[in-house]
């Protein structure tokens, strides 16, 4: 492969889709008269048309036009598939047409969740093997190779689609074709083990295989391999089970897709690909959005993977590693689902200016404008990493809960005196933007300081707190929508729960560091019981209330990843105001015991972390 250049050819069905829009006119926005009557919109979609369309729409006449190859009937349905390739500028010249005979569609109904299919008499279904001579539709042209990319879905359909799909997997074997497959099991056209038993003699073949994460766990239980069935999606279980699996296949790369999504319907997309050498991923870099369509993702992935395998070549090399790929792929496939339809409408440069601005960043996709193509926010995931990174070698988060603000503040500056790293302004503090504001100016940069006490009434402060120049806050309990944004004001989110069922449900929603509230009601015991069970250790958990310099390392050896203490560390007399006798007393205390306790534990602290 001594160029990366190819002309991509797809070979697969092509079905006219039908989805409701709502159930009134649209245009008059009155209830229709017939309440079985619905609006519907038609479009056109098919795996591998999708991925040629998908592919072609980047670079127009830039490079070969893609091909795809298909049977369609004779008359105005088929006209209408061929005109949608037409627009989007793919050849679709080697696409037999037939007489008598229908084109299959798949009618969305939300209402059952659920598509329902109709092939009866279609085309593809029907096809007659012999129309197409393979040989020629993958040899090499003008100096120029191909690369055929087809789906499960091909297979499944009816033996007539599987005896052409095999051919032409055979004949890309015989001239040196690559070949990129999206396994895309549809249980509705027959069981894993049918299309496994056509799929397993191609494997070793294949350059690329792509696979769902449900699939993968269907075929390694099938196999008898043992899956992390319950663990997360980000367990690095899941990489260890896609590199045995790649192994036992003799796969050139194997990929799987993940996918999460919160309460509010925000999907998390990121990917991992292993490969013969080694395992890349897109975890860091992972791409949020709100899909306007569930449909066309997939193919988009395995479009923008292709456009990079186009521009760089199969190899990975330092400068063009396959998480650029998987990157590509990833912002392809959630910029495809901000608009209604199959067929991604993005162009290279829509795509180039979100991967120029967002290098080596999370994204969050504004499906708010009807381009899909327009970032809303990013997270700071280069500044998330940094900030949890100085809070794991903190240790402790000195905690200021006062009613004297400026006390606060020479107690904040203090105690960071003596060792402490960081320190928490709670929002029912005096004067909180003061003391956050201040502190931030006055102490040094390699010191963590955020907010605590967020409540649902405050979460509309955290964009404020973020210029104040605060890295995380936490709460005593989690908000609404207080982890999504803290994120895109580029904050670390501290949510609080106290069972392992609540910290779970938080870290599902993207929180990365867990507050254990209120911590004296259970043990350090509990906790490290709690991290025993190998899924929940990928939890960092940050136990708070009732942490004292007497308990503190029992915390630390059962697992905390920073532990949070309040008056034990920084006083009472904070809470007081000056001249008073309260703080009179209060602040002997400090200077007779408090500051000494909290100079022992600082101590410990450094020597621990050192």
């Known amino acids: ?202 494997l070793e073949s294949l350059q690329l295989l792509i696979l769902s994460l449900a699939s993968m766990v269907e075929l390694a239980n099938m196999l008898k391999i043992e899956a992390p069935e319950g663990a997360h999606h980000e367990d690095p279980a899941w990489t260890e089970l896609m590199t045995v699996l790649r192994q036992r296949w003799k796969v050139a790369r194997l990929v799987v897709c993940f996918k999460t999504r919160d309460e509010t319907g925000l999907q998390k997309r990121w990917s991992v690909l292993v490969d013969e050498s080694s395992a890349y991923s897109t975890l860091q870099t992972p791409i949020y959005h709100k899909p306007k369509d569930e449909c066309g993702g997939g193919s988009a992935w395995a479009a923008g993977f292709l456009d990079w395998l186009y521009e760089f070549g199969t190899k990975s090399t330092p400068s063009n590693s396959m998480t650029g790929a998987l990157r590509r792929a990833d912002l392809l496939a959630a910029m495809c689902q901000e608009t209604i339809g199959d067929h991604s409408q993005v162009t290279r440069r829509d795509l180039s200016q979100v ?76 004067d909180w933007r003061r003391v956050l504001k201040t502190l931030t100016e006055k102490l040094p940069a390699d010191v963590c300081i955020g907010v605590g006490t967020v409540m649902d009434d405050t979460v509309c402060c955290l964009e404020e707190i973020r210029q104040l120049g605060g890295k995380f806050a936490l709460s005593p309990i989690n908000p609404t929508g207080f982890i999504n944004e803290c994120h895109r004001v580029g904050l670390v989110a501290v949510p609080a729960g106290l069972t392992s069922n609540e910290l779970w449900d938080m870290k599902r929603q993207g929180a990365v ?61 904070i809470n007081y105001a000056y001249g008073t006798e309260e703080y009179t007393n209060a602040n002997e205390s400090w200077k007779n015991e408090g500051r000494a306790a909290a100079t022992t534990l600082i101590e410990k602290i450094q020597k621990r972390y050192a």
Not at 387 to 415: F, P, Q, W
Not at 548 to 561: H, I, Q, R, T, Y
């Open 1 to 202: 492969m001594a160029s990366s250049k190819f002309q991509l050819v797809g070979f697969g069905e092509a079905m006219i889709r039908y989805a409701p829009i709502e159930d009134k006119d649209v245009v008059n926005r009155v209830p229709l008269p017939d309440p079985t009557a619905g609006v519907f919109l038609r479009s056109v979609g098919g795996d591998e048309l999708n991925v040629c369309v998908d592919f072609g729409r980047l670079d127009g006449q830039a490079r070969p036009i893609p091909q795809w190859i298909s049977v369609l009937p004779t008359g105005p349905l088929g006209d209408l598939v061929m005109h949608s390739g037409e627009l989007a500028g793919i050849d679709a010249s080697k696409v037999a047409r037939v007489e008598n005979a229908t084109i299959g569609t798949f009618t969305v109904l939300p209402e059952l969740k659920m598509v329902h299919y109709q092939r009866h008499n279609a085309a593809f279904a029907e096809q007659d093997p012999s129309l197409f001579d393979w040989n020629e539709l993958l040899s090499e042209k003008n100096g120029v190779r191909k690369w055929l990319h087809m789906t499960g879905i091909t297979p499944m359909v009816g033996p007539k689609p599987a005896e052409s799909w095999k051919n032409a997997l055979d004949t890309a074997r015989k001239l040196g074709v690559p070949v990129s497959m999206d396994f895309n099991h549809r249980k509705q056209l027959g069981t894993l083990e049918q299309l496994w038993t056509m799929m397993e003699p191609q």
């Open 513 to 573: 560091l867990l507050k254990m509230f209120h911590a004296g009601q259970v043990t350090a015991k509990i906790l490290k019981s709690m991290l025993g069970v190998s899924p929940l250790r990928a939890m960092n958990i940050m136990p708070s209330g009732g942490v004292s310099p007497d308990n503190v390392e029992e915390w630390l050896d059962a697992g905390a990843f920073i532990v949070g203490m309040g008056s034990n560390l920084a006083g009472k007399d």
């Open 355 to 430: 991967e120029k601005t967002h290098q080596g960043k999370a994204v969050y996709l504004d499906n708010s404008k009807s381009s899909g193509t327009k970032d809303k926010e990013q997270i700071d995931v280069a500044g998330l990493q940094e900030t949890m990174a100085k809070l794991s070698k903190a240790g402790v988060l000195g905690i200021l809960r006062a009613k004297n603000a400026d006390a606060a503040i020479e107690r904040g500056i203090e105690l960071v005196s003596l060792g402490l790293r960081a320190i928490e302004v709670t929002l029912d503090t005096t």
